[in-house]
């Protein structure tokens, strides 16, 4: 037998080994949960337009933090000057919002409207002039940006801690605005 032949073979019983495992068909052929952000355009000039959704693809329940704002996807500016993505500045966690013990729960196949989490990222809401990086630097509105959401296979609440977080990037979106004040991007 040829070397060839033989890692050939080798390769083969590894996929067949692989193949029984319910490891490997859990994890790779059966994703348990796949979450898809949907009713986002590619291109917004306001962003009060922003009206995303996330549906669980999946085959188990996902689950949300029910503190605020956890539960909102976080708005993420690509700084082409540094070729990377700036989280918004996010406010501290509040447990005083209704339902803190009440984990949110999509189950398989259910989608769900997300407040946005652009509000926090802005100098002003009404009018604002700059997006406001979780550093505290200002940058232009007119760019790329994406929302990014996390999110627990266990309950998420007040009281319940998961022990593994995930999360999800929305597809890129552009955004076009007319600020009012001119930013420099560092």
């Given at each position: 037998?040829?070397?060839?032949?033989?890692?050939?073979?080798?390769?083969?019983?590894?996929?067949?080994?692989?193949?029984?495992?319910?490891?490997?068909?859990?994890?790779?052929?059966?994703p348990k949960h796949h979450l898809k952000f949907e009713n986002l355009q590619v291109q917004y000039s306001n962003l009060s337009d922003l009206q995303p959704r996330i549906r669980n693809l999946g085959t188990q329940s996902i689950f949300l933090c029910s503190l605020h704002p956890q539960a909102a996807p976080r708005?993420?500016?690509?700084?082409?000057?540094?070729?990377?993505?700036?989280?918004?500045?996010?406010?501290?966690?509040?447990?005083?919002?209704?339902?803190?013990?009440?984990?949110?729960?999509?189950?398989?196949?259910?989608?769900?409207?997300?407040?946005?989490?652009?509000?926090?990222?802005?100098?002003?809401?009404?009018?604002?002039?700059?997006?406001?990086?979780?550093?505290?630097?200002?940058?232009?509105?007119?760019?790329?940006?994406?929302?990014?959401?996390?999110?627990?296979?266990?309950?998420?609440?007040?009281?319940?801690?998961?022990?593994?977080?995930?999360?999800?990037?929305?597809?890129?979106?552009?955004?076009?605005?007319?600020?009012?004040?001119?930013?420099?991007?560092?």
């Open positions: 037998m040829t070397i060839n032949f033989k890692i050939t073979l080798a390769l083969i019983a590894l996929v067949l080994i692989l193949g029984e495992s319910p490891i490997f068909f859990s994890t790779v052929l059966q708005l993420c500016r690509f700084n082409p000057q540094q070729n990377t993505w700036e989280k918004g500045e996010w406010p501290r966690l509040c447990a005083s919002v209704s339902g803190v013990l009440n984990p949110i729960e999509i189950g398989p196949g259910q989608s769900m409207e997300l407040k946005a989490g652009w509000r926090y990222s802005l100098d002003d809401e009404s009018t604002p002039t700059v997006f406001t990086t979780e550093k505290e630097k200002t940058r232009p509105l007119t760019g790329k940006y994406k929302f990014l959401l996390q999110y627990s296979e266990e309950p998420w609440s007040y009281v319940n801690t998961p022990k593994r977080l995930f999360t999800v990037e929305s597809p890129v979106f552009k955004v076009i605005l007319e600020p009012t004040s001119s930013v420099r991007e560092d």
